[in-house]
Nanobody, 127 residues
């Protein structure tokens, strides 16, 4: 079983930046696509970004396009989510998940497509 661990969440002011990390501790992430999801208080979990196992395809939710950037280094077994110009609406618990999606199409963030999840990291954007 792939175990994932997110880190990098914090309290940040509007307009600030954070970089989240997703690390696999036991197995290689090399052959998995990785998505970031988030869940705000009282809301359903939603997909934020997706990156294929080669890093060749990335995709983003409309709400974060132009502000968030996903990247990976398979040698380090790590995926990052760089979040810039953060806004209060970005406040949520952020999760990474590993699956076999191609990171395209409406189904790429269906949770049943992901076999492995982390416990999440909290991001709070507030002045």
């Amino acid at each position: 079983q792939v175990e994932l661990a997110e880190s990098g969440g914090n309290l940040v002011q509007p307009g600030g930046s954070l970089r989240l990390s997703c690390v696999a501790s036991r197995w290689s992430l090399k052959y998995y696509s990785i998505s970031w999801f988030r869940q705000a208080p009282g809301k359903e979990r939603e997909g934020v970004s997706c990156i294929t196992w080669t890093g060749g395809t990335t995709n983003y939710a409309d709400s974060v396009k132009g502000r968030f950037t996903v990247s990976r280094d398979n040698d380090l077994n790590t995926v990052w989510l760089q979040m810039d110009n953060l806004q209060p609406a970005d406040t949520a618990r952020y999760y990474c998940a590993a699956g076999n999606t191609i990171c395209e199409g409406r189904g790429m963030w269906l949770e049943r497509g992901y076999d492995h999840w982390g416990q999440g990291t909290e991001v709070t954007v507030s002045s």
